[in-house]
């Protein structure tokens, strides 16, 4: 989501007569697009700033900015954190970025705009995509669930969705620049609703566009996730075999407590219906370590289930109390030692897990969407699966931007290696 804002900020700059920089030497001002979804990437990014300051010594006029969900949440604290940040403007306020930085450099000093807007949905505008092959399209912003360890309610206001037409658009325009695999962005697009249009029906429409060639989803809540999407994910050609599906917890209590909306027993069945629908199909989770209260019966729950699903690939994290949300007042909070404990067993787990799913591929045979030179090596190309898996093999970097066919011939933990057969 912060890397498809920041596509939506470079254009609001950019066609406002600002120079999109690739050189932070060179730059007039740096913007910090911010996350606040956990106390680390807060801490980073305030690193990061304070990094940056010192370039105010030689270049006096040079304007730093933070934008994002940290400036939404803090506001005019940050400027008391550091007192030359020049301007924070949170998520609804992009559009007033052209304006507030015109005015700073007219008259020097702090500006900050955090208004919330409930409607802002950016409808009128289209990101500069960062990328070459894949792009992101924002279909719907904020999120009415208020799991009680999220910020993201607090930060990126009421759910809203973008206009069917205005998102069809976009994707055709995209697919005609040559992006042939985008991605379908919300926090929670299961929900995506315009005048009555919903999700599975916006698949089926974006299916049909033919200047595309993949279509990826994320992030689908458990308890939005419909047979009528399951059904319209295995008719459509172009929806990829992938699914991230944020399982937080396996104990039912913890998911009560979470505020999350659906049993265990409910998210394992969605995960049969979805392998019976799309064999093929990778299945990739989050997972919260330590939540307040959580028991080692409860945490054995969650180790148990993740080890019945054997999802693809998990994100662990331990618990993170954000300061504002439910779950940062509950009194009963698991000490760090406890949290970072049950993290790094979920670790070791999901590594075993993935590793062997990875082993799975070989020999099977899987369209690579080739994207770059592999890092590690001039000869080889590096893309990915279908069910988003990167691939490395040999080959010619004509190849790159093309799909092509490999046979799987050997695994690690994240990358598949394999051989061209056409
Ligand atoms: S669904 Fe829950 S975890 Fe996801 S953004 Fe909304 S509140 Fe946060």
Redesign the pocket.
Known sequence: MNVADSELVASILSTNNFKISQDIDNSDIIIFNTCSVRQHAEDRVLGRINNEMSRKQSKKDLKIGVIGCMAQRLGNKLNEYNRNIDFVVGTDQYRNLPEIITNLFENPGFESETIVNNKEIYEDLYPIHSGKFNAFVTIMRG?N???SY?I??YVRGRERSKAIDDILKEIKTIGEKGFKDITLLG??VNSYNYEGVNFAELLRKVNKIDTIRRIRFI?S?PKDLSDEVIKVMSNSEKVCEHLHLALQSGDDEVLKKMNRGYTAEHFYKIVQKLRKAIPEIAITTDVIAGFPGETEEQFQRTYDLMKKIKFDYAFTFKFSPREGTKASKFKDQIPEEIRLERLQKLIKLQEKITLKKYKDQIGKTKEIYVEKVSKKSEDELSGKSRDFKITVFKGDKSLIGDFVNVKITDATGWTLKGKILN
């Open positions: 999120c669930n208020f799991c999220c993201v309610p926090q929670n992030t809540h």
